[in-house]
């Protein structure tokens, strides 16, 4: 075995290569309660949202491939609220909303060529969910495109005919 002499900036050059990786798990929270526009840096973030009596949306940022973000509702409400791509963007996947009041459950499955481009979200609805607790987790694995997987409840008895992705 014989020794090898590594420099400076070889080291640096290490470091930087760690420090890159480890944003990929990205600790940061963004708190909306209002209409707000997301960023490419909050990429990674958990968006704990509120919903309020005012309808409000979050806008993503355009898609771009690894951009990532987990949706936590802290606060469901009756009114409609919207996760909207930006403009030229869709979103497909799956979504599964749960009745709080009844042992009901039905599923959405949405396809990528479908042009979807916001994920709906109303607390009572029988065709939707967003109560608190609710998650809704987007990914970008095709550049234009989000992957949604969501979990919703609805305090309606009946959900069917699921519309979250629209």
Not at 101 to 108: C, E, K, L, R, S
Not at 135 to 144: D, I, K
Request: charged residues 15%.
């Amino acid at each position: 075995m014989g020794t090898k002499r590594v420099g400076w900036a070889r080291i640096r050059s290490l470091i930087n290569e760690n420090a890159n990786q480890l944003k990929i798990r990205n600790d940061q929270v963004v708190a909306v309660s209002k209409a707000t526009t997301l960023t490419s840096g909050q990429s990674g973030a958990t968006v704990y949202w509120t919903h309020s009596v005012s309808n409000h949306d979050v806008t993503l940022p355009a898609a771009a491939v690894g951009m990532n973000f987990k949706f936590v509702l802290a606060v469901g409400h009756a009114n409609s609220h919207n996760i909207k791509c930006a403009a030229g963007d869709e979103v497909f996947g799956k979504v599964t909303v749960v009745s709080t009041t009844a042992d009901v459950t039905d599923t959405q499955l949405q396809v990528k060529t479908d042009g979807d481009t916001k994920v709906h979200l109303s607390a009572a609805a029988a065709t939707r969910g967003g109560n608190a607790g609710d998650t809704v987790h987007l990914v970008c694995a095709e550049a234009g495109y989000w992957v949604c997987t969501a979990l919703l409840t609805t305090t309606n008895a009946v959900p069917a005919a699921i519309a979250v992705l629209v």
